[in-house]
């Protein structure tokens, strides 16, 4: 099978994924207890339970769910996400202001993951057991375990409140495309890429060593291949492949950081978005954004094995 | 939680509320209680989940009533929506547990003892245990209804008195505090003033309806060193909100952000005190016309019969005003009194009371049109079937132009409260006053900019990043001078109109992040920061903590209806067990006030003859005494061999 028929093909199980995404979230959504009418009534003695009902019949929440699914899938097949409750806005506009926000977030976050991530890896595993790699491993572990609230406060408290080179708040009125939002973005792409580069470091770290030890390397060694070679050309372009398709799967792991890191630094995307949707009980919101999230997510899976097959050209897909 | 007329306090100060808290109390952790005890009488707890400060609270309760040895005490914790829909449910009456739950008061001394204690509110918010005292509810309906409390304002607070001694006695509630809203400020930020409105932009500007008015940054002196002559115009405050405004439409919204932005623009004809004293503001003056004593029944013959629909709804899509009270439900159809019929029935002399407001000459709103009569008449219609409908007609009964600035409101019945209720509508222009609020909204966000009369104009904003708005330039408080008040009476140099420039919401949810921008300098003033930051605000020399009692309280209710519940001497017991102090200690890191008596400050206005006298009274029934206690149990167990 070409490359292009497995590309299209990946294309088309998307449709599937997608509708169990969506069918999954309107479940979870709605097995919930509470809407948004409930958050909106609260505890008031002025509000009877026929206002309730009221309330319930114009948003259309009384009806039975599977006919909410139905409709509510069908408009958004035509583009439509519904509407905040409480403000009345339209979802997808909504959705199309925050996204940039977490997407050039999580790719900062990513670049940062990377770009700590795989020199470390490579330099803990040519110089395996050393002190460098015991402190890469220290690192790495610690990477791992730190939650990213924590992370976010702390890199708050030094870099905004005592070295004072950054501000606690992100500047709300510049555009998220200007230059010097590059600046603004290091703390939480730090704190959103510390995890992903820990898992990333240690994988490469492995899988370097590992293909250090076979016998091409020997070999190309034997040739009299310089050591740089050996490794950047060779053993990296090999051990690459579980990377890759780590880096890939690790996408998840961004977007579900985001929310944290969002509410932390006061990052207006879609995660701080969720969480407020959450509150307050804004399904079509929720929906929306949970749906979003599961279409990127699988689009970088999507990548992920597209490059694996272009990495490894001995990978057939049947 | 209610929009309601809530109110703010300067100068609690926080220290002598805590004298005498000793360190009582240890908190419990829930899995540690209902053991297999041999206690004669099984208490089950209820709370929702997700409010830690209240879970704490249940269990430091459930400790204190394990310690006796009577009690053996199960705490059951629910989501909140699960939770409300739980308690609020008719049945749940019959259930004989406890649940545990908070409200937010209002200057009406009514909002501590009907929504918990009358028998109307079985079933919704918020008598949650089916309480049906009909002795009570007389009680309760005397203090705010009628020509007599109408017209004499101490014998409404004598009657208040009587219902929180007869509330001692029967104690089918226990209130546990009253909570406190602090904001943080620099030092550079202080003296905000509305006189003799509040001492403080949030104290005014988030917690009560009608908002600041003039206000200025004082960037040398030292709050203490608080001088008019230091006053220093001009400047950008930068206040840290901790939500989006949900909404910049007043009948269409209920949340804290979306009222204090709203405050900013919108204002009404008469404003209230820190203390709720009433003062007139965009009516030049207001007056009590005419009494009757009618009730609802009267407007029998104007009513029209609608049928119900499947969900027992009436079908119609008029306000319904006035609900017949004789009717049944289960009849499939009801009368109801909507407003074309309200107007006829105040045509022909039926309603309760009606006010008359003459309204100032030359005010205008920021598009140029001049207050008059027909705006408030336009904005009372708008208020009909809005997010606020059910406040708005709860007392009012019509909105009627007599000449271009002059308008009166229609009380329904002769009603205490309608003197404070009834002119509480936001005024719109008549350009806005016709938006559905619906498919149009008045939402910048959807291009219509609010249009008010108000100290500042809306300038710009980016939802859920920031929200700007700039002095009004042509406020009509700065033509027309604060002298213009024939109240006032502050000092001489108080200044006429706003005086910071322009105000700045930057949106910031994470409290812990608005803290940091606080400290980093980066806003002027929050709020909702976390208890424990408050105590290092308030030890700080650089910043100023405002603590104010906005009217919300907790309570756990006892289910009378289940024996042995419907003991007094039993309910008596568990309310001397509550320890108050430990959980405003422990709990609240202080940062409350424990209820020793019903009424707080807040309502103490319309609430009491002596709120000194009052609290002497039944403070004895309130304190934690365990001994008290034990001896009120031994009797109970005896009377109904509980062994």
């Not at chain 1, 299209?8 to 509470?34: C, D, E, W, Y």
């Not at chain 1, 407020?276 to 949970?290: G, K």
């Not at chain 2, 017991?573 to 959980?583: C, D, F, Q, T």
Request: charged share 25%; aromatic share 10%; net charge negative.
């Amino acid at each position: 099978m070409s490359l292009r028929r497995f590309v299209l093909k990946r294309l088309l199980s998307i449709v599937p994924i997608l509708f169990g995404v969506s069918v999954v979230t309107f479940a979870l959504v709605h097995l919930t207890p509470g809407d948004p009418i409930d958050q909106m009534v609260g505890v008031n003695p002025h509000v009877t339970a026929a206002d309730e009902a009221q309330l319930r019949a114009r948003y259309g929440l009384d009806e039975p769910l599977w006919q909410q699914y139905l409709t509510w899938m069908g408009n958004v097949l035509t583009g439509d996400f519904g509407q905040v409750y409480s403000s009345g806005l339209d979802v997808s506009g909504i959705i199309l202001m925050r996204l940039p926000e977490t997407v050039v977030l999580g790719i900062f976050g990513w670049v940062f993951a990377l770009a700590i991530a795989i020199p470390a890896g490579i330099y803990a595993a040519v110089n395996k057991g050393e002190f460098a790699d015991t402190v890469s491993r220290f690192f790495a572990l610690s990477g791992i375990s730190i939650p990213n609230f924590w992370l976010g406060l702390m890199l708050i408290l030094i870099g905004a409140l005592i070295i004072d080179l950054w501000p606690v708040l992100p500047p709300s009125r510049q555009p998220l495309y200007h230059p010097e939002m590059l600046w603004y973005l290091v703390l939480p792409g730090i704190t959103i890429g510390t995890a992903a580069a820990a898992s990333i470091m240690r994988v490469m770290r492995t899988s370097m060593a590992e293909e250090l030890n076979k016998e091409y390397v020997t070999a190309a060694r034997a040739k009299g291949l310089p050591e740089r070679t050996v490794v950047l050309k060779h053993v990296l372009r090999n051990s690459l492949i579980s990377v890759v398709t780590l880096a890939a799967t690790l996408t998840a792991t961004l977007v579900a950081g985001s929310v944290v890191v969002e509410v932390v630094f006061n990052w207006p995307g879609l995660g701080r978005e969720l969480i407020e949707a959450i509150n307050a009980r804004e399904i079509n919101l929720i929906m929306a954004i949970t749906l979003f999230t599961g279409v990127l997510i699988v689009i970088a899976n999507m990548i992920a094995d597209v490059l694996y097959a272009a990495l490894d050209p001995r990978i057939r897909y049947e | 939680m209610s929009k309601g007329p809530t109110h703010t306090k300067h100068g609690i100060t926080r220290r002598r509320m805590l004298q005498g808290v000793g360190a009582t109390g240890v908190i419990a952790v829930s899995g540690c209680l209902g053991g297999d005890t041999d206690a004669p009488i099984d208490v089950r707890l209820e709370v929702n989940s997700d409010n830690d400060d209240r879970v704490q609270m249940v269990d430091l309760i459930a400790s204190s009533l394990e310690e006796t040895g009577y009690f053996d005490v199960e705490i059951e914790d629910y989501e909140w929506n699960d939770y409300t829909a739980r308690v609020m449910d008719p049945e749940y009456a019959e259930n004989g547990y406890v649940p545990c739950i908070g409200l937010s008061g209002t200057f009406n001394p009514e909002s501590f003892c009907n929504a918990l204690h009358h028998s109307e509110n079985h079933g919704q918010c918020c008598n949650l245990n089916g309480i049906d005292d009909p002795e009570l509810d007389g009680m309760m309906d005397d203090a705010r209804y009628g020509t007599d409390v109408v017209e004499d304002t101490d014998l409404r607070r004598e009657r208040y008195d009587e219902i929180w001694e007869y509330l001692a006695e029967e104690r089918y509630s226990s209130i546990t505090h009253f909570d406190l809203v602090a904001s943080v400020m620099t030092t550079d930020v202080h003296g905000f003033s509305t006189y003799p409105f509040s001492e403080s932009l949030f104290s005014y500007g988030l917690y009560a309806p009608q908002d600041e008015q003039v206000m200025w940054i004082d960037e040398s002196a030292h709050p203490d060193d608080t001088d008019l002559s230091d006053l220093e115009e001009g400047g950008t405050l930068r206040i840290g909100a901790a939500e989006n405004p949900d909404s910049f439409d007043p009948p269409y919204s209920t949340d804290t952000t979306s009222t204090m932005v709203q405050e900013f623009v919108f204002e009404s004809l008469v404003r209230s005190d820190v203390d709720g004293n009433l003062y007139p503001w965009l009516a030049e003056s207001y007056d009590l016309l005419e009494v009757n004593d009618v009730d609802r029944t009267d407007y029998e013959e104007y009513m029209i019969t609608v049928d119900l629909n499947e969900d027992g709804l009436p079908e119609t899509d008029e306000q319904i005003i006035v609900q017949h009270p004789g009717d049944d439900p289960a009849d499939g159809e009801v009368r109801v009194l909507t407003p074309e019929e309200a107007a006829d029935a105040v045509d022909d002399g039926v309603f309760g009371m009606q006010f008359r407001y003459d309204i100032r000459e030359g005010i205008e709103f920021t598009n140029g049109e001049e207050l008059t009569a027909e705006h408030v008449v336009a904005t009372a219609e708008r208020y009909e079937n809005s997010d606020l409908s059910a406040q708005t007609y709860d007392s009012l009964l019509h909105a009627r132009e007599v000449d271009e600035y002059t308008v009166d409101l229609y009380a329904q019945i002769p009603d205490a409260e309608a003197e404070r209720e009834l002119p509480g509508l936001a005024i719109h222009s008549l350009e806005q006053a016709d938006l559905d609020g619906d498919e149009e909204v008045l939402d910048p966000r959807e291009d219509t900019e609010p249009i008010g009369t108000g100290p500042y104009v809306f300038d710009e904003m980016s939802d859920e990043q920031y929200v700007e708005y700039v002095r009004n330039e042509d406020y009509w408080v700065t033509d027309h001078g604060v002298d213009s008040f024939e109240w006032f009476d502050g000092p001489a140099d108080f200044p006429d109109g706003p005086v910071i420039d322009r105000l700045e919401l930057e949106i910031v949810p994470d409290n812990s992040t608005r803290s940091g921008a606080l400290q980093d300098d980066e806003v002027d003033i929050t709020y909702g920061l976390n208890t424990e930051d408050l105590d290092g605000y308030d030890d700080s020399e650089d910043y100023v903590v405002d603590a104010i009692e906005a009217g919300g309280y907790e309570y756990i209710q006892y289910p009378m209806n289940v024996e042995p519940w419907d003991d007094d001497r039993l309910r008596q017991a568990v309310n001397h067990l509550i320890p108050r102090e430990s959980i405003v200690e422990n709990v609240l890191n202080g940062w409350a006030r424990p209820a020793w008596t019903d009424l707080p400050e807040l309502a103490e206005e319309n609430g009491t003859t002596d709120a000194a006298a009052l609290e002497d009274d039944i403070r004895p029934y309130n304190e934690h005494d365990p001994d008290a206690a034990e001896a009120l149990i031994e009797e109970v167990i005896e009377d109904y061999d509980l062994d």
